[in-house]
């Protein structure tokens, strides 16, 4: 029978519940049903890869509580944006591993926050053994959804993701295709040299709502191709053959009128969106219902115009609320 409900992918794990990245969370979304986990990597200075969704890490761990990296703070132009903090490239994974993870957005997630400070940091290796010993487990096959972070950046610096990736990938046995493995990037050079490498995936290119890959932008300028312009008609005809598939932020799938899924579909693509919240922070304005950012919007009719269009995937953050909506 072929599939008719979307997979349902856990965000980071299930960072509704735990702080993102963290052991708990993601062992709580295999816990829940999820199809797939989405690790987000960065590189340490030593070449290890970790998993948190920047490589600046002042928000998401314990760091600025440790005296003796305080020195460490500085301010770094990453993908064309300024940001002061501590980067995951001027530590060892040794250094790292002293530090303990938090909830990125304790006000919106005040339940969450409650674990802080208790988990160390995962390395990539991690959660793919996690991912293994979780299908084990259950009794059914779990994927990873591998999203590489900043890749230009990274090899401007001397530390090329691409050879990092497929080594760890490679060693952990999740290289071949006998794992369901799928990578992913806002920007498509990094795709297509680890495609080029023989990493059997699935590979797909994630669409921001406005701007420009920093990739393309680095190369091109002003005339790099925007992301709106990625998922036009003409756009998607640019990606058969290099793609299997696109990842768009939900607003695009939200704005009336829009083609997107049925465009990529009818050219092979596979359509995932990204990030299904049901707090009221999250939803659309006309979803989101009283009592705070925090609190529970109509998230369900939101899903429901997202549910309608034929996505093949969706990114939840409450791996429960989105198994149970989108098997329904």
């Not at 794990?13 to 295999?30: I, K, T, V």
């Not at 490589?55 to 300024?82: L, Y």
């Not at 060693?171 to 023989?198: C, K, M, N, Y």
Request: charged content about 25%; proline content about 4%.
């Amino acid at each position: 029978m072929p599939r008719k409900s979307p997979l349902v992918i856990g965000h980071r794990g299930a960072p509704g519940y735990r702080p993102e990245h963290s052991r708990s969370s993601y062992e709580l979304a295999l816990a829940m049903g999820v199809d797939a986990v989405e690790p987000d990597v960065v590189a340490t200075k030593d070449g290890v890869l970790i998993v948190r969704h920047e490589n600046e890490i002042s928000g998401t761990t314990d760091v600025a509580q440790h005296p003796e990296f305080a020195d460490r703070k500085t301010t770094k132009r990453v993908d064309g944006e300024a940001l002061t903090g501590w980067f995951t490239e001027d530590f060892t994974w040794a250094e790292l591993s002293t530090l303990r993870g938090r909830e990125r957005l304790p006000e919106v997630r005040v339940s969450s926050a409650s674990f802080d400070d208790a988990q160390a940091i995962l390395r990539l290796v991690d959660v793919l053994d996690i991912v293994r010993q979780g299908s084990e487990e259950y009794g059914r096959e779990i994927g990873v959804v591998l999203e590489v972070k900043h890749a230009t950046y990274f090899a401007s610096i001397g530390l090329d993701l691409v050879p990092l990736i497929e080594g760890e990938l490679r060693e952990a046995g999740w290289a071949d295709g006998e794992l369901p493995l799928i990578i992913e990037s806002f920007e498509s050079t990094v795709l297509g040299q680890l495609r080029a490498r023989g990493i059997v995936a699935s590979y797909v290119y994630l669409i921001e709502a406005a701007g420009r890959p920093y990739d393309l932008f680095v190369t091109q300028g002003k005339q790099a191709l925007t992301y709106k312009a990625t998922v036009t008609p003409a756009g998607l005809d640019g990606l058969v053959g290099r793609f299997d598939g696109i990842s768009v932020d939900r607003k695009m799938l939200l704005a009336r009128g829009n083609s997107i899924v049925a465009d990529a579909h009818a050219r092979g693509l596979k359509v995932f969106t990204w990030t299904c919240r049901p707090e009221n922070a999250f939803l659309a304005p006309e979803y989101r219902g009283s009592g705070g950012r925090g609190a529970f919007g109509d998230y369900e009719a939101e899903w429901g115009v997202i549910a309608r269009t034929g996505v093949d995937g969706v990114f939840v953050d409450h791996p429960d609320l989105g198994v149970d909506f989108f098997r329904g």
